[in-house]
């Protein structure tokens, strides 16, 4: 839950946002007063997000002031997230579990890393040249990286980074994207989508077309940033709002897959 303030002249009021899963749940009125509430149920978790970030965005226009940051709040905002993280980590990896062992009778072949030491986290944090967004801190903080997080593509690892094969791929990214472009006779737009210094690489597919990164354009007051999920032939598949919601909204996928098994 977040909760805003505008204070000015005659006006004291607070307003209040909280996303649960799916649904986004808002309380408003005077200060001192139970206010009213309203609750909104989106397709997914990762719409509810969106549409929280939307409204959190047109109050703070209008002058409301977010309060309960203190350092106490802080950290029980962050005992919050980190038991979002690991909830929505464990249940994508079940769903994963499930889905191979229905297909192929056998469970997921996928490895997930040891938690990131302080100083990995200031070597990505030192990559990313700035703080790192809390919902990609509170995953690293469980998992250095995660194999066949998605068919061939995973998340990944401090160490991965400095590996020669990520700059190959992202090398064949590029030039392949400019070709694919060229085919179809367009000029300059494949500049959009190639690595540019404001994406952020999180996932990388060793043999496919499969990226996700962050936007750095879409850094927000909270620290967070979009989560971009990106296919070379499909183009930008999904935005999130951060890695929590990346990880809800590929478990949604993963759970229409298993439905139609």
């Not at 190959?168 to 400019?178: K, P």
């Not at 967070?224 to 919601?245: K, L, Q, T, W």
Request: glycine fraction near 6%; charged fraction near 30%; hydrophobic fraction near 40%.
């Amino acid at each position: 839950m977040r909760r805003f303030e505008y204070t000015e002249g005659t006006s004291n009021k607070f307003w209040e946002i909280t996303v649960s899963a799916d649904t986004v749940t808002t309380r408003w009125g005077r200060i001192d007063t139970d206010g009213q509430l309203k609750s909104k149920t989106f397709d997914t978790h990762a719409a509810a997000g969106k549409e929280a970030d939307k409204q959190i965005q047109g109050k703070t226009k209008k002058g409301y002031v977010e309060v309960g940051s203190e350092p106490a709040q802080g950290m029980a905002n962050k005992a919050t997230l980190d038991e979002e993280m690991k909830a929505a980590v464990e249940n994508y990896r079940d769903l994963l579990n499930q889905w191979s062992l229905l297909d192929d009778d056998e469970e997921h072949d996928q490895v997930l890393g040891p938690p990131c030491t302080a100083a990995e986290l200031d070597e990505v944090a030192q990559k990313l040249g700035a703080k790192l967004p809390p919902s990609y801190a509170a995953f690293l903080a469980l998992h250095n990286g995660w194999t066949s997080f998605e068919a061939g593509a995973e998340i990944l690892s401090v160490q991965e980074r400095n590996e020669s094969w990520v700059d190959e791929r992202i090398e064949i990214w590029d030039e392949q994207l400019g070709e694919f472009f060229d085919s179809f006779g367009f000029e300059n737009v494949e500049e959009a989508w190639a690595f540019t210094d404001d994406k952020f690489l999180i996932l990388l597919d060793r043999d496919g077309y499969d990226v996700v990164f962050l936007d750095t354009t879409t850094q927000r007051p909270d620290g967070e940033m979009d989560v971009v999920h990106f296919d070379m032939i499909d183009g930008e598949i999904d935005r999130y709002p951060n890695f929590v919601a990346l990880l809800n909204g590929q478990a949604e996928v993963v759970k229409n897959i298993i439905s139609e098994l």
